[in-house]
């Protein structure tokens, strides 16, 4: 009974040790994971970003073409 108490503390102080070592490297560990997810879904991002590109590019290109038409026939009148 004598030696529970300072079987919980020395129990109390590993807990603390390994959490003092392991909590910086899952830290770490937590921000590369970030850093990982970032770049895969800035991929997608950019992938999304170039799609919506080409659909902008093609809704507007035929108006642009259209457009060029009426100045070059107006530039012919």
Known sequence: MVRY???MLYTICI???ITMITYPLVRVYRIYIDIIIM???Y???RLYII???IIILM????FV???TMY???IIMM
């Open 59 to 62: 809704v507007t290109y035929p």
């Open 5 to 7: 108490p300072f079987v």
């Open 65 to 67: 073409r259209l457009y």
């Open 71 to 73: 100045i070059d026939i």
């Open 39 to 41: 770049m895969v879904t």
């Open 43 to 45: 991929l997608f991002a």
């Open 51 to 53: 799609y919506i590109d």
């Open 15 to 17: 807990d603390i040790f």
